[in-house]
């Protein structure tokens, strides 16, 4: 039998990463780390945990037909893998918040390769932390979304979340001040270039692909 | 200065703590955790961890007027820090979903003592891994809340999270099965005692306190 961890290895702060991450990277027999055009952030982020073990690269590029390079992926990691090994693969934030793995997954159970999914920080779990602006108190009801916003689901929502900013911040930035929102962007939680916005005209001004907006209802009390 | 860091714990599993939290605790001065009736959830989960350490108990029973408890806190959190010094703050999954570490830090604050929030691995974050039933695949509208929901929201979601399902199980699973969602009960996630049931009986039969309903709307495909 061969196992393959799916391991989220958080948003992008090296030590947000769990224990169990963590052992699973050091023991794995082959640590495996998507790329996209010659560049993988998991990869980045994990840098130091995987220096010194055999690492693999499987290309994954944006809008080509990724159907195909799931099962080649899964192919590549069954003839990897020998029998009785363990592989790691490293996905940025958590394997189940708008990755890929959950794709992957599939075609290695087609394989017959055996899978479990190890969760990871998110970056909006992160970006709240380091904002103190709470995800969810008692009673709230909390709604992410990436990119395409539904103003019905924010008018009946306490805190919000939206991932992927850069196309619509005015739209976003307009319905949360129409709907009693107060809102900050976070601009690459847990990085160097880390930039934390409450300022309208300054959120509009950045560009950044790596970012998100967080949104509280303000209570009348 | 004082320093206290909020540290997410994550939802059982010793091993979902970040390394972050993890070297935080090793090198914190005072370890403070909540009680509740006698007991610590996040002080159990991170037993191996803070064995050892200078460890501080701190009540905060439910019902009863928790910002009088929040107040007095803080005031014992001030006179056991001393200048230099930092604490580390436990709580259960992480502090910034449905915990009252929020209400901590107003009254720390006002203390002067500086805080900053660890991200923890949440509760519904782990069960997702743990049945790889994604929270969220590209443009996906994912909802989280705490026992009450609302169908109006649920039919605009693509991804749910009911936490606290043990007063309206019923009437939980009936929206879910009338607007297409299939769905998984998570118990204990993480714990010996854990139960991941997808037969509507059986978890309607299910009264635990620690569980979960995670839901995705089935594709048309």
Same mark, same amino acid.
């Given at each position: 039998?061969?196992?393959?961890?799916?391991?989220?290895?958080?948003?992008?702060?090296?030590?947000?990463?769990?224990?169990?991450?963590?052992?699973?990277?050091?023991?794995?027999?082959?640590?495996?780390?998507?790329?996209? @055009?010659?560049?993988?952030? +998991?990869?980045? &982020?994990?840098? !130091?945990?995987? *220096? #010194?073990?055999?690492?693999?690269? =499987?290309?994954?590029?944006?809008?080509?037909?990724?159907?195909? @390079?799931?099962?080649?992926? +899964?192919?590549? &990691?069954?003839? !990897?893998?020998? *029998? #009785?090994?363990?592989?790691?693969? =490293?996905?940025?934030?958590?394997?189940?918040?708008?990755?890929?793995?959950?794709?992957?997954?599939?075609?290695?159970?087609?394989?017959?390769?055996?899978?479990?999914?190890?969760?990871?920080?998110?970056?909006?779990?992160?970006?709240?932390?380091?904002?103190?602006?709470?995800?969810?108190?008692?009673?709230?009801?909390?709604?992410?979304?990436?990119?395409?916003?539904?103003?019905?689901?924010?008018?009946?929502?306490?805190?919000?979340?939206?991932?992927?900013?850069?196309?619509?911040?005015?739209?976003?930035?307009?319905?949360?001040?129409?709907?009693?929102?107060?809102?900050?962007?976070?601009?690459?939680?847990?990085?160097?270039?880390?930039?934390?916005?409450?300022?309208?005209?300054?959120?509009?001004?950045?560009?950044?692909?790596?970012?998100?907006?967080?949104?509280?209802?303000?209570?009348?009390?």
């Amino acid at each position: 039998m061969k196992k393959l961890y799916g391991v989220g290895v958080g948003p992008g702060d090296a030590e947000l990463i769990t224990l169990k991450g963590y052992n699973l990277i050091k023991k794995a027999d082959v640590i495996f780390i998507p790329m996209s @055009r010659g560049e993988s952030t +998991a990869g980045s &982020i994990a840098k !130091e945990y995987i *220096d #010194g073990k055999r690492v693999l690269k =499987l290309e994954f590029t944006m809008g080509e037909d990724n159907k195909k @390079r799931y099962v080649e992926a +899964a192919d590549i &990691i069954n003839t !990897e893998l020998k *029998d #009785g090994e363990t592989g790691v693969f =490293l996905t940025i934030g958590d394997p189940m918040v708008y990755s890929t793995f959950v794709y992957l997954v599939k075609e290695l159970f087609n394989n017959n390769i055996e899978v479990e999914s190890i969760p990871g920080i998110t970056s909006f779990g992160a970006a709240a932390n380091r904002t103190m602006l709470p995800i969810s108190l008692k009673d709230d009801k909390f709604y992410l979304c990436d990119g395409k916003i539904d103003e019905e689901i924010i008018k009946k929502s306490d805190s919000i979340c939206i991932l992927k900013t850069y196309k619509n911040k005015t739209e976003i930035l307009d319905i949360l001040e129409r709907n009693n929102f107060k809102y900050v962007y976070v601009k690459r939680c847990g990085y160097v270039e880390e930039k934390i916005i409450y300022e309208k005209e300054e959120i509009l001004n950045e560009k950044d692909y790596m970012s998100l907006i967080l949104g509280r209802r303000v209570s009348n009390g």
